[in-house]
């Protein structure tokens, strides 16, 4: 079976950056390493690595990406849970054959890696992001 | 300030341990290290090792405990997110001087670890446990 590496991140959703920040660094005591404005999410993202993970506080930047509608039905709090895979095709073709619904069927590429996330419904309830480092 | 060293787990509530298991050990593909009655949690709880931290599958075994209540209210899913420090009394202490509201000013302890919970009124909606190793 195809190897799973490492939790890559564990995603929350924020209402606001610079709140957010004054517990997971100020008070916590997280590194932060940058702040990212990412249009491809429709986000504001902050990466704070701790371990060999991160935590990425995400702020959605408009109102109709999928990181706003949880925002706005729930509050803030956990969104996904991204494991870094050995071969994320090979990956998400096993969960296929095992009857895991798949968001993304075929990954998406960006520079530098290769992502896609699984349906919540196959997995208990967590939306899950596999990730691969390209 | 204290340090943080990694993510110890991130603890999913589930319904069944064994139809998670068909989702994170069989399709994902983490390695299952064991399963374990903890009845100090009022739980049966699947460890799955992961990089340097692991995922843990938390099935309640009574009604009244807050994983369960938890489940009936949301179904499962991220229920919390833990962190291994240094020193936990400190980063408690350093924490209530800041103003975070505390569910455990001072650590449980038990056999090797010492552990806390910091209310997620004061993380924006994240339940966060801190873990200490003795």
């Not at 957010?20 to 005591?29: I, K, T, Y």
């Not at 895979?85 to 590429?109: F, H, Q, S, W, Y």
């Amino acid at each position: 079976m195809t190897g799973v590496k490492k939790i890559n991140h564990v995603a929350v959703v924020v209402a606001d950056i610079d709140a957010a920040l004054a517990f997971w660094q100020d008070a916590l005591g997280l590194e932060l390493h940058h702040v990212e404005d990412v249009p491809s999410q429709k986000a504001t993202v902050a990466f704070l690595p701790v371990g060999d993970s991160e935590v990425e506080l995400v702020k959605p930047t408009t109102d109709d990406s999928g990181v706003a509608k949880f925002l706005a039905e729930r509050g803030g709090g956990m969104h996904h849970l991204c494991f870094e895979v050995d071969d994320i095709a090979a990956k998400l073709a096993e969960m296929k054959a095992k009857g895991v619904r798949l968001i993304n069927e075929t990954p998406i590429e960006l520079p530098g890696r290769k992502m896609a996330f699984i349906h919540p419904k196959s997995t208990g309830g967590v939306l899950v992001e596999l990730y691969e480092v390209t």
